[in-house]
């Protein structure tokens, strides 16, 4: 039996982001439609370096996808050069168990959290939508403004990073790339970047929020995906409260994400207050945006249904087309 191997650039060549987007649509619809078995992810806490293991396994029973990932977040790379976040993808064969390949998940994690920012968008945006605002120049950052500029016509785009440099890179790397516009513009401040925004996405590692409510413009949409554990807040908490609020996962963001549970816990807003999962609103079993002038906001700690569906994707794509390396088992 063989097994096959995928690098980043396999992974790359493999599934394009506006394919993704479409697949992550698919994994999310299984998953509110209960046809998808994913229990909440293992988190391993690494103190001693201040990182942390996460093991995601998902089955998602209509497409009959099983994977599973194992995927770290270490802040402290950045300060080494390092990526903060590093991943490994093993795809099943759903009837027998079987391994049937091994990928690098770094990307692909970037890859289908851009998609599902970008899913989002598609759904809760207004649909004239033509100014993006970034936080994060990592990975995570880069594929967030690919997906966006994918299911909206941008014309302007501002990334904001802790590390101006980091921007500048980002900048110089990323304008003109795909459908990404060549007016990409380094934020001084987090006011600079939103003020003008219609879509934000925030994609970084902080415990504070990155920008001030009072700054966003009527009717944004927000992608927060960066927040993964209750301590972690990207989004003011006033922000959240008059927000109408999409997750990709009730169970999970109740669970892991400071971003809701710090409003919640500070009586600000209940549980009732997320409006829908996304793949509710893809199922058209609830509504999206309603107005032009309403706040929507979309959060998501990531879910293994991404990694699954996206992953079998590659995989499929793989085969037809010769990438990677098969080795005996």
């Given at each position: 039996m063989k097994l096959r191997m995928l690098s980043k650039q396999d992974v790359q060549r493999a599934v394009p982001m506006r394919q993704a987007i479409e697949?992550?649509?698919?994994?999310?619809?299984?998953?509110s439609a209960g046809k998808a078995v994913v229990p909440i992810r293992t988190q391993l806490p690494v103190e001693k370096h201040q990182g942390v293991a996460l093991f995601m396994p998902a089955y998602l029973s209509e497409s009959d996808d099983l994977a599973v990932k194992i995927v770290s977040v270490f802040p402290r790379n950045l300060d080494r050069g390092?990526?903060?976040i590093f991943a490994l993808v093993v795809v099943l064969e759903a009837d027998t168990g079987r391994p049937l390949a091994v990928m690098d998940g770094t990307y692909l994690?970037?890859?289908?959290?851009?998609?599902?920012?970008?899913?989002a968008t598609d759904l809760l945006a207004r649909k004239d939508a033509h100014v993006a605002a970034i936080f994060g120049a990592g990975?995570?950052?880069?594929?967030?403004?690919?997906?966006?500029?994918?299911?909206?016509?941008?014309?302007?785009?501002?990334?904001?990073?802790?590390?101006?440099?980091?921007?500048?890179?980002?900048?110089?790397?990323?304008?003109?790339?795909?459908?990404?516009?060549?007016?990409?513009?380094?934020?001084?401040s987090p006011a600079?970047?939103?003020?003008?925004?219609?879509?934000?996405?925030?994609?970084?590692?902080?415990?504070?929020?990155?920008?001030?409510?009072?700054?966003?413009?009527?009717?944004?949409?927000?992608n927060a995906i960066g927040s993964f554990t209750p301590q972690m807040q990207e989004i003011p908490a006033e922000t959240v409260a008059r927000a109408k609020v999409v997750v990709g996962s009730r169970e999970g963001c109740l669970a892991e994400t400071g971003d809701l549970i710090i409003?919640?816990?500070?009586?600000?807003?209940?549980?009732?207050h997320i409006h829908a999962e996304l793949g509710e609103i893809v199922l058209g079993k609830k509504a999206g945006r309603k107005r032009d002038d309403e706040i929507t906001l979309f959060k998501s700690v990531g879910n293994a249904v991404q990694d699954a569906a996206v992953a079998r994707a590659v995989l499929d794509a793989s085969q037809r087309r010769g990438l990677g390396v098969e080795v005996e088992r």
């Open positions: 697949i992550v649509k698919g994994a999310f619809a299984q998953l390092l990526p903060t994690t970037a890859l289908r959290t851009g998609a599902a920012s970008g899913a990975a995570q950052g880069r594929t967030q403004l690919l997906a966006v500029c994918e299911v909206r016509d941008i014309e302007r785009a501002w990334v904001y990073d802790v590390n101006p440099e980091a921007a500048e890179r980002y900048v110089q790397e990323m304008r003109g790339q795909g459908r990404i516009p060549d007016d990409l513009r380094v934020a001084s600079e970047a939103v003020r003008q925004a219609d879509v934000i996405c925030t994609a970084t590692t902080t415990k504070t929020p990155v920008f001030a409510d009072a700054d966003l413009k009527p009717g944004v949409h927000i409003p919640i816990e500070s009586g600000l807003i209940t549980e009732d």
